[in-house]
């Protein structure tokens, strides 16, 4: 069974704006919020499956319920994150302490290099994918991969709006990509093109990018994403996954959706 | 065009990720250029590889814009810091650990600034003025008590030789050498390179000069016309040579010989051998090659081609000479010095037919200035490339056909 690490949503609201996606004056409709993380928690229970690990939202760190960005899980080891903005610094230390009380095996990053763990370190059993330059730094891939002992194939990610890997770049687990490759250099396309075959490539028409499409939890055959996204539900669905789209507007304003808004920890 | 670079070190997966593509493109479509100084791939999937790179551009402003393009993709300066200094401890004597030099430009780091070292050649030191502003390598015999010595190799980079624009035979900076090569293209480049700083000469854009040292080979085999020619119309500027040279070249004028050989005869002349000793003898009764050549006694050859066209003459003697001629200087560290004294603005350099003067000069050229060794024995090429002058094009091949084909090259009707 797949466990998420999920945050609930108690002090989200945007009290900075360190994307392009978020304004301040684009206030937050609390209820709303809360409405959408249960619906998406009542998914991801009690239809696709998944068992839900919550940690304590701490005040004064709204973007806690991000939890893609507590770090880099993989087995029973765990790398915290370190981010690039001062703002989401300070989740670092909650992010850590909720490692270390759950028996990871915690390795940490020298101060100062930038990663923003599941939300740039994404991949299939055999290619991990690192997006760099908008959040976490290239040289993070070198320690992590030394840590993980596992080759990470750095991307750069060109679009702002597309900022974390996981915003634009969404493995499935049958082994195909759901990717909106605009996001990418020519250089991280031809990467991603010689790693994946072209038939497994699902490329999201940039409506649907724009709406995060590709922010996405995929469990199994089930695949939960951001309402709206009609022409990448269909691709879904011809592969076989059973879709679950879902009204997540409220943390589209911090720049988030589904996959933002969990961790996978197995 | 590259006057300032940078070492920047590259790691992780950056092969299958195209970030060394990358990285390498960026460097070049911004204007710059690079040399991969090292590149160590990983063996399998999971191993990460590592390039070293070496980024040059026109100016500090271009390398800094580029070093900031690429730092992104992973690419990070090399950590570095100031060169160390050690006091001499006593006149003549280096510190333990002194830096060694070779012939490459080379740049020593004094207080976080990059200072090109001056007078560049190789196995000397390198000496930091008081003020620390100023590097220059120095002979260890030069050295006095206190002067400040680089030690070890810390906070020294040597610039790899970019290759030349020309696409001539020196492009290739190889000193490979093999009689069995084709000379007459190498000649010709040879050639070209001789017009080409004769006429920027002439017209005033560069002085740059042409050293020739020779051996008194060029005389017996008959390579004296052709480069008493090629002095005679500008083409040579500086002349290596010991005593032998000076003293068969003049006895060839004075007495038609060659260590007592006729030279148009080809055999000995009775008491021939007695010829080069009065040839000797006589210009050291004049007091001077100059006055010898001035007062109309020696009246052509190379030597008297030298005075009538300036040329900056170095004789350095040896313990099997006979006389010596006036000029030749006796002691071989002051040879040395002044054969050094003569060498900036050399910007050819053919060293014909002579061991010992090729393999000296060799040693006080820096790497920068093209040079072609002729000799009919490979030895000596080799023996020049293996004790680092790499930039030697080596030609196997008797000096006078040398020579004179060259001359002729460059309008020679000999």
Redesign the interface.
């Known amino acids: 069974m797949s466990r998420l690490l999920v945050c609930p949503p108690e002090y989200f609201q945007v009290e900075y704006e360190i994307n392009p996606w978020m304004r301040l004056s684009n206030e937050v409709n609390r209820e709303r919020a809360r409405d959408q993380w249960y619906g998406l928690m009542r998914v991801l229970e009690q239809q696709v499956g998944a068992l839900l690990e919550r940690m304590q939202p701490v005040p004064g760190l709204p973007d806690m319920v991000f939890t893609a960005n507590a770090g880099a899980v993989v087995g029973s080891r765990a790398v915290p994150s370190r981010f690039r903005h001062p703002e989401r610094r300070r989740e670092e230390a909650s992010f850590e302490a909720w490692f270390r009380d759950h028996g990871y095996e915690v390795a940490m990053l020298e101060e100062g290099q930038y990663f923003e763990g599941a939300g740039d370190l994404l991949g299939f059993p055999d290619a991990w994918f690192g997006g760099?330059?908008q959040r976490t730094?290239?040289?993070a891939?070198?320690r992590l991969?030394?840590i993980f002992?596992?080759?990470?194939?750095?991307?750069?990610l060109v679009d702002t709006r597309f900022y974390h890997l996981d915003t634009c770049f969404c493995p499935l687990s049958s082994g195909e990509l759901l990717y909106y490759p605009p996001a990418f250099?020519p250089?991280?396309q031809?990467?991603i093109a010689?790693r994946i075959a072209e038939h497994r490539r699902l490329v999201v028409p940039q409506p649907d990018a724009l709406r995060f499409a590709c922010n996405a939890v995929c469990v199994g055959k089930h695949v939960v994403l951001p309402a709206g996204c009609h022409d990448t539900v269909k691709l879904l669905e011809a592969r076989g996954y059973e879709t679950h789209p879902l009204p997540l507007d409220e943390f589209m304003k911090a720049g988030g959706s589904a996959k933002c808004l969990t961790l996978a920890l197995d | 065009m590259a006057q300032v670079q940078e070492t920047v070190v590259l790691d992780g997966h950056i092969i299958d990720s195209l970030i060394l593509a990358k990285v390498l493109d960026t460097i070049l479509m911004m204007g710059g250029a690079f040399d991969l100084r090292e590149v160590h791939i990983g063996t399998t999937r999971d191993e990460p590889s590592r390039a070293t790179i070496v980024v040059r551009a026109a100016s500090p402003g271009l390398l800094q814009e580029i070093l900031e393009a690429i730092q992104p993709h992973g690419a990070g300066v090399e950590r570095e810091s100031d060169c160390a200094v050690e006091p001499v401890p006593a006149d003549g004597v280096f510190p333990e650990g002194f830096y060694a030099t070779t012939h490459l430009p080379t740049q020593v780091r004094q207080r976080g600034r990059w200072i090109e070292v001056e007078g560049i050649e190789m196995d000397v030191g390198i000496r930091l003025d008081q003020q620390f502003s100023v590097a220059r390598t120095v002979p260890m015999g030069d050295v006095r008590r206190g002067d400040l010595i680089v030690t070890g190799r810390e906070g020294v980079r040597v610039q790899p030789l970019e290759r030349p624009r020309e696409c001539d035979v020196f492009g290739f900076m190889e000193a490979q050498v093999s009689s069995e090569r084709p000379h007459g293209h190498i000649i010709a480049d040879v050639a070209r390179r001789m017009r080409m700083l004769r006429e920027s000469r002439e017209e005033g854009h560069s002085d740059g000069t042409v050293l020739l040292a020779g051996g008194p080979a060029i005389v017996h085999a008959g390579g004296r016309e052709a480069l008493a020619w090629l002095i005679e119309s500008g083409f040579i500027h500086v002349l290596f040579c010991g005593n032998a040279l000076a003293a068969h070249d003049m006895e060839a004028n004075l007495f038609g010989t060659s260590l007592g050989y006729g030279l148009t005869a080809g055999r000995a002349v009775p008491h021939g051998h007695e010829h080069h000793l009065r040839t000797i003898n006589r210009i050291r009764a004049i007091g001077s090659i100059e006055r010898a050549v001035e007062s109309g006694v020696v009246t052509g050859g190379i030597m008297a081609a030298c005075v009538r066209r300036g040329v900056r003459v170095v004789m350095a003697g040896t313990i099997r000479d006979d006389g010596p001629l006036p000029g030749v200087i006796t002691d071989s560290v002051e040879a040395q010095a002044a054969m050094r004294a003569a060498l900036p603005g050399v910007a050819l350099a053919l060293l014909v037919a002579s061991t010992l003067h090729a393999v000296a000069t060799g040693n006080l050229l820096p790497a920068t200035v093209p040079t072609v060794c002729v000799d009919v024995n490979p030895a000596v090429p080799t023996k020049l490339s293996d004790r680092g002058s790499f930039q030697a094009v080596g030609l196997v091949m008797d000096a006078a056909s040398f020579l004179r084909e060259l001359a002729r090259e460059l309008g020679w009707k000999g």
């Open positions: 760099y330059r730094d290239i040289r891939y070198t991969s030394e002992k596992h080759e990470i194939i750095p991307v750069e250099d250089y991280g031809t990467v010689e």
